[in-house]
């Protein structure tokens, strides 16, 4: 939950910046010397639909790196006392008392970007909001680098679609965050 809610906000915030980035003033009007076919243009207006209007703009403007200032614990339905563990050491300790708190305030915060009433459904739509746009940043950012090399480069060059058809499918193999070491 912790790395979830980690990673949409700082994800959407990167994207976000990217963006700007993209269309700074220095590389801005470098970018748009070069001839983009239709279907880009139309997925650039897409993209920066979802960058500057939607999720991520109000991910980064409102959560990327900042608390809310009071948390709502009734939309955190299943969490409760027995979900944060205390230790009793000798030195001070509280670093993971923290770490609970600083969590519940990022689920607080993403989840405060849908509508629906189950947090653990609404941090999903959310994450899945943020991995697409993602997703089509980087088809995006690939795309234009395409373009600009297609664009700039001597026309001495092959272009070729490299396909790995014998790749499993993401469905196909789970991913593993966590894992314990062979011996």
Known sequence: MSL?????SILASKLHEGWIRINSAELGPVLKTLQLPKEHVEFRRELKKVIEEGLLAKIRNTSGFH???GLDFTKLTGI???DTVIYGTEGAYNGDLFSNV?????ID???????NTDWRKALTSVWNGVTDA???????ISEMVAVALNAWLPNDYIIERLELTNAPALTERPLVFFAHLPD
């Open 80 to 82: 409760d006392e027995t």
């Open 67 to 69: 608390y809310p200032a």
């Open 109 to 115: 915060s993403l989840i405060s970007h849908n509508d």
């Open 134 to 140: 993602s997703g089509r940043y980087c088809i995006f």
């Open 4 to 8: 979830v809610t980690m990673l949409a």
């Open 102 to 106: 600083s969590a519940l305030a990022a």
